[in-house]
């Protein structure tokens, strides 16, 4: 059974750092794009980031547009774990985070929903 496992979520102030973990278990990451989605109350979800599986496709990455430069996408193959490092957070990165799969990175933009999700872990950013 394919799973999806998040962590790594809180309270952060303004300008503070967070780093997101994605657990996948019940199949083989490396074949598979991963990325995170995140959802803030009373706003549509959005596609923050992807990084493409490197062995199809060398590892590309999409970023969101307002968190280039701020969020750094990673995973690692070996421990079937994907990553989202979030520096200088700012009050609109408050939201739900899933991480995802089965959703190839070329397709972030299309607004076409992930085959799977994680259940998500809170990020607020406050002062």
């Known amino acids: 059974q394919l799973r999806l496992v998040e962590s790594g979520g809180g309270l952060v102030q303004p300008g503070g750092s967070l780093r997101l973990s994605c657990v996948a278990s019940?199949?083989?990451?490396?074949?598979?794009?991963i990325g995170w989605f995140r959802q803030a109350p009373g706003k549509e979800r959005e596609a923050v980031s992807c990084i493409s599986s490197i062995s199809r496709t060398g590892g590309t990455t999409y970023y969101l547009d307002s968190v280039k430069g701020r969020f750094t996408i990673s995973r690692d193959d070996a421990t079937n774990t994907g990553y989202l490092q979030m520096d200088n957070l700012e009050l609109e990165d408050t939201g739900l985070y899933y991480c995802?799969?089965?959703?190839?990175?070329?397709?972030?933009?299309?607004?076409?929903?992930?085959?799977?999700w994680g259940q998500g872990t809170q990020v607020t950013v406050s002062s």
């Open positions: 995802v799969v089965d959703l190839p990175c070329t397709s972030y933009t299309s607004g076409a929903p992930p085959g799977y």
């Open positions: 019940g199949f083989t990451l490396d074949y598979y794009d």
